[in-house]
């Protein structure tokens, strides 16, 4: 649902910290079972500990992190979930573009909205990712611009 990097620094509170608001916030609006907040925070700083070695001692490297909730109700069909799994997936991870950690030219356009009033763009959701990639296709192939952004 979330992701962040984490850089090679001595406090990584504030990013730990944003990752797990967003967390609660979307498994509510997700209708997915609340969980412990603390606990989690917890345990992704234990994780980080572990995993951040993997990570090259270098000014191009990052420690990728992202949370993920799943419902797991044994159903089938459109509804809430009373069951979860909460996992954390982790990598190291360079430059997402060719240009490295420079600025990159965005692809902006009205007629592709990913968020509406009422809808759920604030919150950290698959389904607001999908809809971007033929928009990213746009952008790169028409306009010469490495990345969108929603409006």
């Not at 509510?28 to 700083?45: H, I, M, N, T, V």
């Amino acid at each position: 649902m979330s992701g962040t990097s984490n850089k090679r620094m001595h406090d990584v509170t504030w990013h730990i910290f944003t990752c797990g608001c967003r967390m609660l916030r979307s498994a509510e609006r997700s209708a997915l079972p609340q969980f412990d907040g603390a606990e989690f925070l917890e345990c992704l700083k234990k994780l980080i500990a572990v995993d951040r070695d993997w990570v090259p001692d270098c000014a191009s490297s990052t420690l990728y992190v992202r949370p993920t909730m799943i419902g797991t109700e044994p159903t089938l069909g459109v509804t809430q979930s009373n069951s979860a799994l909460l996992y954390i997936i982790t990598g190291p991870v360079g430059p997402y573009y060719p240009t490295g950690f420079k600025p990159v030219s965005l692809y902006a356009d009205p007629s592709y909205v990913r968020s509406c009033i009422g809808g759920c763009g604030s919150f950290k959701m698959g389904a607001n990712y999908g809809p971007t990639i033929y928009v990213q296709l746009d952008a790169v192939r028409n306009h010469n611009c490495q990345q969108v952004t929603a409006v």
